[in-house]
């Protein structure tokens, strides 16, 4: 089986809330990787895992952005699928106010950095892609859905963490994953100064 490593950035809890409730409405709607990978962004893919003090350097790094977007991050609006790098597999979700990181995503351990910031509610196989471009079409024989609305929400909490992630045997297509998140750590409190 292929495992995957990733770092990613979690939202505080009430924020992942808000998020959980996006995928469940997905869920319904038709949208089976609803549930397929944690309530993250995923900002790269590594060779391995950061330490202690990578995870240090990268949140500073990231508060310092957020000090640029009035001390917040904000997810305005849907992102189009971003290649995610698994099989067969692209990251839905609302997309993050942050430009490209490859500025602070330095390590020689980053195999590739995400263009954009999208907090994954989603992993969308082949279909659920045609599925986004189609809206619900009632009175035929056939029915297709499209993502239902989703409500903006900002964030000014967040740790980012390493993620291992592979395919369960035995599972249905491409949307049965098992994860393990590593050791968070918290991004600097806003108040706190933080080193240049």
Known sequence: MNT??????????????????FRQKLFVAGFNGAYAF???A???????AYNGEELKALAQGLRRL???KDRKFTASQLSCPQAGIMEGTDFF????????????L??????????????CAALLGQVDGELLTLKL???????FVQAPDFQPFSFRAAMVSNLVIQPLKGGAGPYSFEWRLGPGCWLPRVKTKIST
């Open 38 to 40: 944690p309530s993250a």
């Open 4 to 21: 995957h490593k990733f770092i990613v950035l979690l939202p505080h809890r009430d924020s992942r809330q808000l998020l959980e409730n």
């Open 93 to 104: 979700g609302p997309l993050l106010d942050l430009p490209p990181l490859d500025g602070i």
């Open 137 to 143: 079409i009632s009175n035929t024989k056939r029915s």
């Open 42 to 48: 995923p900002l790269a893919r590594v060779s391995q």
């Open 66 to 68: 957020s000090l640029l």
């Open 106 to 119: 330095v390590s020689d351990k980053v195999l590739f950095t995400f263009p954009r910031t999208v907090l």
